[in-house]
């Protein structure tokens, strides 16, 4: 599967965003789906993860109650809606896909990432 991320961009904090990522193929619905964030300097940790369904979801504790992950599978799309910026949001963002595994540590497939940058 190919994943395209876009929504990216530079706002101030306390700002919102959100970013989407559509995914090619026929199967959409059969993959786990991740968002994974880098910050400058920073290892690459998961930001927020969905079921095949998207009934199941994960949030890291630093966007918990501000980021939604959500996906449409009529539309091969996933989203991570991100509310109340802070500086410290600014990273890139990846989309990433797993055919067996949810929070998939190594998922099987990236996007190309989309830089979100928050200023003070």
């Known amino acids: 599967v190919q994943l395209q991320a876009s929504g990216g961009g530079l706002v101030q904090a306390g700002d919102s965003l959100r970013l989407s990522c559509a995914a090619s193929g026929r199967t959409f619905s059969s993959y786990y789906m991740s968002w994974f964030r880098q910050a400058p300097g920073k290892e690459r940790a998961v930001v927020a993860a969905?079921?095949?369904?998207?009934?199941?979801?994960y949030y890291a504790d630093s966007v918990k109650g501000r980021f939604t992950i959500s996906r449409d599978n009529a539309k091969n799309t996933v989203y991570l809606q991100m509310n109340s910026l802070k500086p410290e949001d600014t990273a890139v963002y990846y989309c990433?896909?797993?055919?067996?595994?949810?929070?998939?540590?190594?998922?099987?497939?990236w996007g190309q990432g989309t830089q979100v940058t928050v200023s003070s």
């Open positions: 990433t896909a797993d055919r067996d595994r949810f929070l998939s540590p190594s998922p099987d497939y």
């Open positions: 969905i079921s095949r369904s998207g009934a199941g979801t």
